[in-house]
């Protein structure tokens, strides 16, 4: 099969269940098993992941940091939605 047919994943890795997933870095594959597999052997070699996620790289949309102002902007007026409003139960883990 030609190089041509190769697609860039992204891939995500969560160290334990509770925790956020967090960018490991990119696998070149054929389709989504092969870039599952090849996350996998490249990795998590030590053990150290309970989840991947894989996504086609063509398929991140970003938001265009030149317009971050207006994009953001209007979550300032909506104080109730920082999280120094809320207490956390002492029993949660990992927040």
Do not use: C
Request: hydrophobic content about 35%.
């Amino acid at each position: 099969m030609s190089s041509d047919n190769w697609h860039l994943y992204e891939v995500f890795m969560r160290s334990k269940n509770g925790l956020a997933h967090k960018h490991a870095g990119s696998v070149h594959a054929q389709d989504a098993e092969t870039a599952i597999q090849s996350a996998r052997d490249l990795y998590t070699r030590r053990g150290e992941a309970s989840s991947l996620w894989i996504v086609k790289s063509n398929d991140i949309i970003a938001s265009d940091p030149s317009k971050s102002d207006e994009l953001f902007d209007p979550a300032d007026d909506k104080i109730y939605r920082h999280a120094s409003f809320y207490t956390v139960p002492d029993g949660v883990k990992n927040m």
